[in-house]
C-alpha cells in the first residue's frame, strides 16, 4: 500500500477528467478488489458500475457493504467472483433479488460474510494503514465462525476481542455532489463510510454530479472530503447515481429499480440479458442512458426527492 | 376481514411503541420499528431519541424513508454523520434499544437473516446476511425482536446459522464470548404473542397473547419449549388516537399501514 | 464507560446551559483525567481551564496532546500530578514554559510519553469502545520503551504492530463556535481530534462563542460535530479561548502569552503567584477577565485574525 | 557581520529547499522548514505539495503561521482535515518529506526532543517530548534533520534519550522493530554542513560543507564518528533570487528571517 502510493499516486495537481471508458480501461482490472461508495439505493457510482458492465470486467472481488442496486448490476452482468458480505441479495423493503440469489445458492459466487460495522471497522484499519482492528461484534455467531477474525485477550484490560484484517481494496468508486478536475470532492449529505474507503483504497474513481472551480474548495476547506491526491480520475456526470438516490439532487427512481428486480426474478436469464442488452450493451455511453430515460422522466425524481407534489394541470 | 378494528401489524406496531421508555435512544431502520419508535414519540416518550444506522440523528421525518439511508432520514437532523460513529456510540452505550428481525429465531433469541440449508457454500435459500443486525445485537442494550408469520419453520431449536447473536447457548454464553454484560434481546413481538426472556434460562417466555390467541396456540406455532410466565396477559388492542397518529400523522400515504 | 453512559447521559434534549462556576463545580472532580480540546493555542477552552484553577481542583490526570497554554495555566495553578505527554512544556516558537519545566524536572508531576499520533489513536481507541490499538509509531525508541504500549505480530501478515490501550477520558472540555442549549455543536476550522476526544470522554464541558438556535443545526446537520447526547454543560462565553486562538474570530494575543511566559520563567515563583492572583482568583469570572483586557486589546486580536491593518489615525 | 550576503539560518533554508522534490508532499510545521517548503514551491518545485500536522491541506499562505494549527495554515486551503487523517495519510505513504529538529542527535540520526539527563523522572531539562515528530520519523518516507548550533553536545555518541527513530541501532534496525522499509532520515542540515546518510553502515555522512568550513571543523563540532564523502561540495550561496523571496514574499514581516 505505501508503496503503490508513493510510486502510483502524483502529489501534482493535473488535470484528470476523463470519460468513464478511459477510466474504468485505465484502473479497473480483471481480479481486482472493488469498494463501492454510498449505502444500500443512496449515491451510488452506478454510471461507473454500468461502464464496468459494459466492458464485461471480470473476476471482481466486492465489499459488499450494504450493496444493493450496484452489486446486483455487477452481478447481472458475470462480473463478480467473490464477496465480502455485510448486506447484498436484498433490496431492503423491496425484498430479494433473484439475480444475486441465483449465483449465491449455487455457490458460482463465493463469499465471506461480515457486518456493517466490522467492514467499516475494516476499512478504518485500511485507512489508518495497520493490519488488523480489534472490534466488539461478530463474536459468538456463525457470522464470525466463518470469518477469518481472531479471538484474542485484550493484554491491557484481559477482555475479549475479534481482531478483523484490514482491508485495502485495489479500486474505490465514488459518486459525489462536486469535485473540480484535481479530484478535490464534496459530498452533501450522508457521507457513509466514502472517506474511510477512499483512504484505504489504491485507485479511486470519482464521478461527480458537477463539476466545479477549485475556488469552490478553497472557500471552506473543512467541506473538503477528499482531497485530490488519493483520486486517479474525474469523471462529470449529472444523473450518475440513477436509479439511486442523490440526496438533494433526486430521488430513488421506484418504479425503474420494480422493472429491474422483477426482470432479474425471472428463472428465465434471458430476460436479464436482454434487459442489459437494451439499457447497457447496446448504449455507448451513460448519455445515452439519459438520453433514454427522458427528460420527464428525470425531472418527476426531482420532484420526488424535495418532496413536491405534481405540478398541476400535468 | 379478521371481525377486529385494527390490523396485526397495526398491533404489532402499537406493542413495540410501548416498550420505548422516555429519554432513551432507539437505533431503527425502516418499516414497522420505525412507525414504532415515531409512534413512541408521539405518545409515551416524547424524548426518546431517533437514530439512523445510516448516519441521520434525531431528524423530523416528514414521510416515511424507504431506505435506511435515504434522503427523508436526514431530514431536518441535529446530525448528519457516518455509519461508523453510529456504531461507535452504539459501542460506547448509547443506544438503549434496537430494532431486529430475521428468518429463523431459536428459543435464546439468536436470529438467522445469512441462510436456509446446511451447506455455507451452497445455501437452499439465500438472505441478506447481517447487514448492521450482528452489530446492533452486539452493541445495543436492549433488542427487540419482530417476527411475523410465527410458526414452527421460523421460531425453531436451532436456527440453520447465527446471524446475530441472542443469548447464543443461554446464560453467560455472551459474555464467555467477550459480548459486553447487561446486553441481549429483551422482547420478541410477533403476530401471536410477546415474549420477554426468563432472567435465569435466558429462554424466551411468554408474557401476553394477543386477543383471540391461546397459549397453547403459540406453543404449536413455535418449534421449541418455550418459559411461560405466571401471568399471562391479554395485549392491550390499539386504541383510535394510535390507529389515528399511525395513518394520518405517520403514514399518511399508507406505505406501511394499508388503509382498508 | 458503557455501563457510565446507560446512567449517567440522558438522551433527552434538556437545557443543559449553566455558569462556567455551576459546570466545573458539577463535572471536575479532584483526581479526574481531563482532555483538553484545540491544538496548541488553537480554540483552546480557556474560560473552563480559569475555572479549573479558580475552584482550586487538584490532582488533575491530563492528556497534555500538544497542550501549551492550557496545561501550563492548569499546572501554574497546582491542579496537576500526572501527564500523558505528546507535546507540554513548549510555547512552540515562543520557547519553553518554566512552570512546566520546574514541575517536570523536580519529579513533582509524574508523566509518560506518547507522540501526537499515538495520543489520537489512543483516543480513537476510546471512540470506538474497543480497549487497544494497533499503531506504527513509537516502535524502537525510549518513547515506545517508557510507555505501556506492547510490541506483538499481526496474526495475519506477521508483521510487527505497537498495541497502545485506549483513552477514555473522565472530563473532557471543548471550546467550540456555536452550540445550542441542548449541547449540539458546530467548529469552524480545525477540528483536530476533538471529535473523537469528546466520543472517548464521560463527561463533556462546552463552552462556546455563541449560543445559538437549534434551528441552525437542524439547517446543516452534516456540520453537527458534537451531538447534544455527549454533552453535559453549555457554558455561553464569547472570547473564551483567549489568549488562544480562536479561527475566524480572534487571533493569538501574543502580548499577553509573552508577558505569561516570562513571569512563568522568574525563578521567584511567588511572582506567578501574584500574576495567578491578579488573573484569576481575584477575578469572580471570566467577564471579570474580559473587562479586564478591555475592548479595545480584544478587537485588535479580531483585526489581526483577519490581517487588518490597524485603523487609520489611530 | 560575518562578511556573507546571506545569514546561515538564510542558508541553511535554501539547502532544505534544494532538497525537495517536485510533485511530492511535505510535512511541516512553523519557521525555517515551513519557509523552505514555501521557497522550493516558488523556485523548483512548484507542484510541492504542503501539509500541516494540524490538518490543513495546500493553504495559500498570506503570512507566515506562528502555530502548525493556527487560522492561517488553512487560508484558503484545499482541504482542512483532522491531526489523525493527516497521521493517517502519512502512514499509508503520501508523505514525501518531513522536517525534524532536536536537542540531541546520534550518527544514525536519532533523534532527542525529550529530556537531558539520565532520570527519566528527574531530567535535567525537561524538553517539550515527541509531538508529531516520532510520527513523522516513524511514518514519512524521507526525514531532512535541521540542526543548529552544530557542536559536541548536540552531536553525541548517544543521545539521552531516543525521541524519534533514526536508523535505531544501524541497518536493518528500523525494519526489525516494526518500522516501514524504505523510511529514515535522509538529510541533516546544518550551520556547518550537510549530510546524508551512509547507505550501507546507515551513519552520517559529510557531504558538502558551508562556505569557509572545512573537513575538520565538521569533525571537531560533531560528537561521534562520521562518514566522509568521496567528494565534498561547498554549499552553493543563495541566490540574490532566493533573498528575495525568502524577504519579500515568503516572510516581509521579518519573523524569521530579520533583515540587518
Redesign the interface.
Known amino acids: 500500500m505505501r508503496e503503490f502510493t508513493r510510486n502510483n499516486k502524483t502529489r501534482a495537481m493535473i488535470d484528470k477528467r476523463m470519460d468513464v471508458d478511459e477510466a474504468v480501461k485505465k484502473y479497473v482490472k480483471n481480479g481486482d478488489y472493488i469498494a463501492m461508495g454510498g449505502f444500500g439505493h443512496i449515491r451510488i457510482p452506478m454510471v461507473t458500475i454500468y461502464e464496468i458492465v459494459r466492458q464485461r470486467i471480470k473476476n471482481l472481488s466486492v465489499a459488499g457493504h450494504t450493496a444493493v442496486q450496484d452489486i446486483d448490476m455487477l452481478m447481472a452482468g458475470g462480473c463478480v467472483s467473490n464477496v465480502d458480505i455485510a448486506y447484498v441479495v436484498g433490496f431492503e423493503l423491496r425484498g430479494l433479488s433473484g439475480v444475486q440469489r441465483r449465483l449465491f445458492e449455487s455457490g458460482q459466487v463465493k463469499k465471506t460474510d461480515y457486518t456493517n460495522g466490522a467492514m467499516s471497522y475494516r476499512v478504518r484499519a485500511g485507512a489508518q494503514g495497520i493490519p488488523f482492528i480489534p472490534v466488539k461484534v461478530m463474536l459468538g455467531t456463525d457470522t464470525m465462525r466463518h470469518s477469518p477474525g481472531k479471538v484474542v485477550k485484550c493484554p491491557f484490560t484481559g477482555e475479549k476481542v475479534l481482531l478483523l484484517p484490514a482491508l485495502n481494496p485495489d479500486i474505490c468508486i465514488v459518486h459525489v455532489h462536486r469535485a473540480d478536475m484535481y479530484g478535490n470532492c464534496q459530498i452533501d449529505g450522508h457521507i457513509v463510510k466514502d472517506d474511510l474507503q477512499v483512504r484505504a483504497s489504491k485507485r479511486v474513481i470519482v464521478s461527480c454530479e458537477e463539476l466545479v472551480d477549485t475556488e469552490v474548495f478553497r472557500a471552506d476547506p473543512g467541506k473538503t472530503i477528499i482531497p485530490f491526491f488519493m483520486v486517479d480520475a474525474v469523471i462529470e456526470q449529472p444523473w450518475g447515481s440513477h436509479p439511486g438516490n442523490m440526496p438533494y439532487k433526486y430521488y430513488f427512481d421506484h418504479e425503474f429499480t420494480e422493472n429491474y428486480l422483477t426482470v432479474g426474478r425471472n428463472k428465465d436469464t434471458s430476460v436479464m440479458d436482454k434487459w442489459l442488452d437494451e439499457w447497457v450493451y447496446s448504449l455507448d455511453n451513460f448519455n445515452d442512458y439519459i438520453t433514454k430515460l427522458g427528460a420527464a422522466h428525470l425531472y418527476k425524481l426531482r420532484d420526488d426527492e424535495f418532496l413536491r407534489p405534481p405540478k398541476r394541470g400535468k | 376481514m379478521t371481525g377486529r378494528e385494527y390490523t396485526l401489524r397495526e398491533l404489532m406496531t402499537v406493542i413495540a411503541a410501548k416498550q420505548l421508555e ?4 432507539v437505533a431503527v431502520g ?2 414497522l420499528p420505525l412507525a414504532a419508535a415515531m409512534l413512541a414519540q408521539k405518545t409515551l416518550a416524547p ?3 431517533i437514530v439512523f ?8 421525518l ?2 416515511l424513508p ?6 427523508r432520514t ?1 431530514h ?10 453510529i ?3 452504539m ?4 443506544i ?1 434499544y434496537a430494532f431486529l428481525g430475521g428468518a429463523q429465531i431459536d428459543k435464546y433469541g ?1 436470529l438467522n437473516s ?1 441462510m436456509i440449508g446446511n451447506d ?16 446492533f445485537g ?2 445495543a ?1 436492549e433488542t427487540m425482536i419482530i417476527m411475523d408469520r410465527h410458526g414452527p419453520r421460523r421460531f425453531v431449536e436451532n436456527v440453520d ?5 441472542g443469548f ?1 447457548t443461554g446464560p453467560n ?2 459474555e ?5 454484560p ?1 446486553t441481549g434481546p429483551s422482547r420478541v413481538i410477533t403476530d401471536l404473542c410477546l415474549f420477554d426472556f426468563h432472567p435465569e434460562t435466558k429462554i424466551m417466555r411468554l408474557i401476553a397473547t394477543h386477543p383471540g390467541i391461546t397459549v397453547d396456540d403459540v406453543k404449536k406455532a413455535t418449534g421449541f419449549e418455550i418459559e411461560v410466565a405466571d401471568k399471562i396477559e391479554v395485549s392491550t388492542p390499539p386504541t383510535l388516537e394510535d390507529l389515528r397518529i399511525l395513518h394520518e400523522v405517520i403514514d399518511p400515504d399508507g406505505r406501511i399501514f394499508p388503509t382498508k
Chains 1, 3 share one sequence.
Open positions: 422516555d429519554n432513551k435512544a425502516t418499516g424524548n426518546l431519541l444506522e445510516a448516519g441521520g440523528v434525531a431528524p423530523q416528514q414521510t424507504i431506505s435506511v439511508g435515504d434522503s436526514i431536518r437532523a441535529l446530525m448528519c454523520t457516518t455509519l461508523i460513529d456504531m461507535d456510540m459501542r460506547r452505550g448509547y438503549d439468536n445469512t455455507y457454500e451452497k445455501p437452499k435459500v439465500r438472505f441478506p446476511g447481517s447487514g448492521g443486525a450482528n452489530d452486539s452493541l442494550w446459522y447465527i446471524t446475530t447473536p447464543l454464553a455472551r464467555e464470548a467477550g459480548l459486553s447487561g
